[in-house]
């Protein structure tokens, strides 16, 4: 596997940079290329460490759905979002009922 500075160089990530690996501790290569060559490269430090904290929670929240990032849909933005700003326990489409 190399060494972790050789793995870091190889990703493109620099000093600073957030990283975010998946429960099974794996690098997702688009993923990482988004937080060190896109616009949000370009964020002021603290920024950048809020944002990755708000998707690493985005993230895990999915991961509890046995699903990565790509696959979210709209349901489980709707369901996100409830989770965060009422209840810690809602059902995949709950929100999206409770909005009908």
Known sequence: MGRLDQREEAADIGP????LIDPQYRLDP?????????R????????????AKDY????????QRGRYW???????LLDWEAW?????Q???G???ASAA
């Open 30 to 38: 688009v993923l990482a290329r988004f937080l060190s060559r896109s």
């Open 16 to 19: 600073g940079h957030p990283i």
């Open 40 to 51: 949000f490269a370009w964020l002021a430090e603290g920024t950048r460490r809020a944002y």
């Open 56 to 63: 690493r929670l985005f993230f895990s929240f999915l991961w």
């Open 84 to 88: 965060r700003r009422r209840d810690q």
């Open 70 to 76: 790509h696959e979210a849909d709209p349901v489980d």
């Open 94 to 96: 709950s929100a999206a």
């Open 90 to 92: 809602v059902g995949r």
